[in-house]
Each structure stands twice: as structure tokens, then as C-alpha cells.
């Protein structure tokens, strides 16, 4: 908070605790300077900030940590925090950045070979970067889902990866190289419960205490997917209303599969508890190498399958909203089998509007350039309101300075207006 640099010192820092490692289940950390804590009154009075109080009268603690933080602390949270920043310190952040880079060198060398596999975002060797990869699998002129990659990852090979558009929405509508028409369209789709179609990315993270083997595993196991993974379309069925993949085998199971903590009875916890038996794993690499040929054997044998019995299409998505597919579908697996006598070749274009080339064109960060926020619009209706009120019932002969024209506004004339309004030659004309 306090470099060499004036310039560049921190008022506060504040992060997540749970994004260490041991550290889910902590709190969140505030660090502010002592010279901003001037308040004698704290911003969230509680339990815990006061020092004495009567019927007329209190006063607060005059320690701010304590003043500022009303109710009782998590304090196993704040313990487990500790000890995640106690392991960090004593690995050292110079060991853990080496051992990221190392895996992030190893990861982009190795799934930028794959011609099936989109890493997104500017995966250069002059660019650092954590070692967490944001990536979509191509097929023909689309895409297999995201959920779907997800979920055969973690049926197939025991691999958890996370489907979506993550936190960063824009961002990722940068990413994807979505237009603004398409930004739009989609939003609607979704909001018509045609979650099917919002765009996104598997993402999955390699921590730099992952070993080398496990690190290859997972590469593998990409790998595979990228390649034939789509051998497992027929497999699956997909929700267009949640965007939800799984197996057929879970067909009699209605959508969606959760399962609620009030369901259980705690005199049943010692049933549940006694007839869970997991066999171990003595062998690790050949539990893994059993996997990748299990995997071999299985795709082959389903898309053959498949392509042999009466297949049933399952769910498709709104005509009106067919021009908003990025995505294959199961039955264009089997159509690809069967006429080309496997995967089809990646195609030139891409269809749908998930154009992830696009990212690298700089127009993509001026898509909304003239189009005012909703905050704007909301200044400016509110203007609107008042102007037509103070016409309406402003006495008669009299004019408002006030009424001035409605028209939209962009936010540059909604800043240059609010400079104006500002500016004391302003305030004196109007006086």
C-alpha cells in the first residue's frame, strides 16, 4: 500500500479469501489506511461497535477495527484465512509464480497444437499470465457446448471444469467476438428461457501445486475431448430452458437434478454414512490410463451405436431463434458419421454468433460507442419528468427555463451537460 512510488500508494486493498489455497470458507480482508477511519460513527452500526449505552445516550469503541465491524466475527473463517496466508508465506510467492508460469507454458504449448481447441484471449509468450485457461472446442462450423464439454469431462474422467460466462460479462462478449445485434438478440433469448443459447467457455485452472502427472492427465483428457468428444453427443440430452447437459442414463430423472439438505433426516445421516462404501485408488497412473482407453473403446462404440438404432433428435430451439445456435447438436453427430464417414472438417467460417477471431480486431471494444448507459437513460427520464411537471402546472404566462429539448442524449452530451449545469457561469446566467 505504501510503494516507493508516491504516486501509486493504495487508499485501501481488499480481496477473497476463499481464492487462496485452504482458503474456501474464509471471510473477505479490508485493508484501509488509519488517516480515512475518521468516522465516530460507524458505517454499519451493530452488535460489537458500542462502547456504553442508556436510554438517552451511547458512544463506540474507539478501536475502528472493532467499530467498523458489527455482529460476531467468523472467527474459524479468520483462522482458516490465517493459515492459507501462513502456507503462501512459507511456500514464498517467488516459488508459487515460478511454478505457475511453468504450467502455463507447458498448457499453451500443448493445447495450441490442437486445431479443435480455441484458447481465447492473447496467448503469447510476452504475455503473463495465471494458469487459468478460458477455451471452446470447435465442430465442423459451430461449437460443442460448453456444458457439455463440462459434463463429459467429469463422467468421463472424473475432471471438474467450470461451463459459463463466468463474472465478467462484457468482457466475455469480447472474448466471444459478439456484435452488438447478437449481444442483444441473446439477452432476449435468455430471458425467454432459452438458456441453451447464452454463450460461453469451459474454463479450467492448473495451481501450482498440481503435479506434473496430474497436469498431463487433465491435458489428455482435453485432448480427448476435443477430438472425439463429439462421438458422446448422441449420449447426452440438453434443457433449453436451463442449458443443462447430461447423460441418457438419467433420463426418468426430471430436470433439474438437485438435491436439498431439507430432504435429509439427521436420524438417517449414520444409514447414509455406513452403506457408502468408496473402493481406493492403490494406483493412481493406471487408474488414469484406464480411464483415457475406457474413454477410446466407449466412443467409438456410441457414435456406432447410434448411428445403427432409431435415434430421437430431443430438444432443438426456437426456429425464431435458430440463427442464434453456435452449438451442435446430437443429431448432427450422427449426420456427420454417417455422411462423412466421421468428424467433419473444421469449416472456414463459423456459423452462429460466437466469432472468438474477432477478439484480436479492435473495433470489438467500440461496439456500444454512441449508445448511451442505462444510468443515462435514467438521468435523462428523470429530466423528462420534471420538465413536463413544471409545464404542466407552471402558472399561466409564465415559461420555465427548464423546458429545454427531450431528446436522447449519448453519455459524452450527458457529461458535457453535467459540466455545464456545474460551472458557476452557468449557475449566474440562470440567476
Known sequence: MNPTDPLAYKDAVFFSGH????GPGSPGVLVVKKSLMSNEVPTMPGGGTVLFVTEKAHSYLSNTIEREEGGTPDILGSIRLGLAFQLKQQIGPERIMGLER??????????????????????????????????????GDRFLHHNFVCA?????????????????????????????????????????????????????????????????YVLQAVHFVANHGWKFLPQYDFNCRTGVWRHISR????????????????????????????????????????NLEQAAKLADRSIQEAAASKFHPGERVADSYEGLRWFAYPSEAIDAFE???????????????????????????????????LATMKRH???????????????????????????????????SSSESEDSPQQHHKHA
Open 19 to 22: 481464492k487462496f489455497v485452504g
Open 102 to 139: 511453468q504450467h502455463v507454458e507447458h498448457v499453451r504449448k500443448s493445447l495450441g497444437r490442437n486445431k479443435n481447441i480455441i484458447l481465447l484471449g492473447r496467448q503469447s509468450s510476452d504475455v503473463d499470465q495465471l494458469p487459468i485457461f478460458s477455451m471452446m472446442v470447435r465442430f
Open 152 to 216: 463429459l469431462l467429469n463422467d468421463t474422467f472424473g475432471i471438474q471444469a467450470r461451463g459459463g460466462c463466468q463474472c465478467a460479462g462484457p468482457f466475455g462478449s469480447r472474448l466471444l467476438g459478439l456484435s452488438r445485434e447478437h449481444i442483444v438478440d441473446l439477452g432476449h433469448a435468455v430471458v425467454a428461457k432459452h438458456e441453451i443459447l447464452k454463450p460461453g467457455v469451459t474454463r479450467m485452472s492448473f495451481p501450482y501445486f498440481a503435479e506434473e502427472e496430474e497436469v498431463d
Open 251 to 290: 433420463a426418468e430423472v426430471a430436470f433439474p437434478d438437485k438435491k436439498f439438505l431439507s430432504a435429509m433426516q439427521m436420524d438417517e445421516a449414520e444409514a447414509v454414512r455406513s452403506s457408502t462404501v468408496v473402493e481406493p485408488i492403490h494406483d493412481m497412473a493406471a487408474h488414469r490410463r484406464q
Open 339 to 373: 455422411e462423412l464417414d466421421g468428424k467433419p472438417a473444421l469449416s472456414d467460417e463459423i456459423s452462429g454468433p460466437c466469432q472468438p477471431q474477432r477478439y484480436f480486431d479492435p473495433a470489438i471494444n467500440h461496439v456500444w460507442d454512441g449508445v448511451p448507459t
Open 381 to 415: 427520464w428523470m429530466k423528462m419528468a420534471a420538465r413536463m411537471f413544471i409545464a404542466r402546472y407552471c402558472l399561466p404566462g409564465q415559461s420555465s427555463p427548464l423546458l429545454m429539448d427531450m431528446t436522447p442524449v449519448t453519455d459524452s452530451e450527458d457529461e
